[in-house]
């Protein structure tokens, strides 16, 4: 299922989407709070809802609905740097390959939904792309075994991991200023639950395009740290809960490694395509 948070004629609503139309989940499936709680609900309400979107008819047009980000606020948003390979290369600094995943977090509304734009702060002109894939856990867990880990995925979703580069420098510990900027990435346009995956997620095809130029490819066969070491790794040291968001990492190819650098400006068009996910897109505009 493609499950979608949106809007119409001015209500909130959550929902699935199928073809061109949409399927009002909410009013079908009215004690489930949301996308990310009928992710987290089990099996029994999963199958509910897919016989449903399989035997229903589209309640309007996915063209009358305003996407709004499929889960509106996770608690907790872990992003993972440097985790494809040839990506510590870029670096230059002579490093080893990791031993552990690097780890920061953003906050919800450093992200657009899809279709919104992104903006461009008043204080830089480095605002960059980081095409990515995001995992959106469904059953939440602490401690989990790698080999239990794939089980507490709820769906995997896209994600512009936008990056605002000259503040990621500011401090000499951390890089949570240039990732956290107001709606300087975006993740959508929607989750797609995790039995869409059958073959699991080894081979999963990740590129980014801008103004229709490729300037990011590769497949998850190349992380150096696949979905479920950083389920597990994660849960170590906290309790993943339903509707978290961990962004896996970006390939190369971002902006930055240009020479010279090709940051976004206004006016360009991002997309992030996922295989067997779908195509986020986002128009940049400067912040008003």
């Known amino acids: 299922m493609k499950l979608i948070t949106y809007t119409h004629e001015g209500a909130s609503k959550w929902g699935a989407v199928v073809g061109d139309g949409v399927i009002d989940l909410g009013t079908h499936l009215a004690d489930i709070d949301g996308v990310a709680g009928l992710l987290g609900a089990g099996a029994q309400l999963l199958a509910a809802a897919r016989s449903r979107v399989e035997c229903s008819a589209a309640d309007y047009p996915l063209s009358a609905v305003t996407l709004q980000r499929p889960i509106p606020q996770p608690r907790k948003i872990f992003c993972i740097g440097v985790n494809y390979a040839q990506r ?25 939904a899809p279709d919104q734009a992104l903006l461009q702060p008043h204080e830089s002109q480095q605002l960059d792309y980081e095409g990515e894939i995001g995992i959106v856990i469904g059953q939440g867990g602490r401690r989990i075994p790698p080999a239990q880990a794939l089980a507490h995925i709820g769906g995997l979703t896209c994600v512009n991991e936008g990056t605002i580069r000259d503040w990621v420098h500011h401090a000499k510990f951390n890089v949570t200023q240039g990732k956290n900027f107001h709606r300087s990435g975006s993740y959508g346009p929607w989750v797609v639950t995790a039995d869409e995956f059958p073959d699991g997620y080894a081979g999963l095809h990740l590129s980014t395009r801008v103004n229709g130029e490729l300037r990011q490819q590769d497949t998850t066969a190349r992380l150096m740290f696949d979905f479920a070491q950083l389920i597990a790794y994660l849960s170590t040291f906290t309790t993943l809960e339903t509707g978290d968001l961990i962004v896996t990492g970006t390939p190369t190819g971002a902006g930055i490694r240009f020479d010279p650098p090709r940051f976004l400006r206004p006016g360009d068009v991002v997309e992030v395509e996922v295989a067997g996910v779908g195509c986020l897109r986002n128009r940049v505009e400067a912040e008003q």
């Open 88 to 112: 510590n290369a870029e670096y230059k600094d002579g490093s080893d390959l990791p031993k552990y995943p690097s780890i920061f977090m953003r906050v919800p509304d450093s992200f657009s």
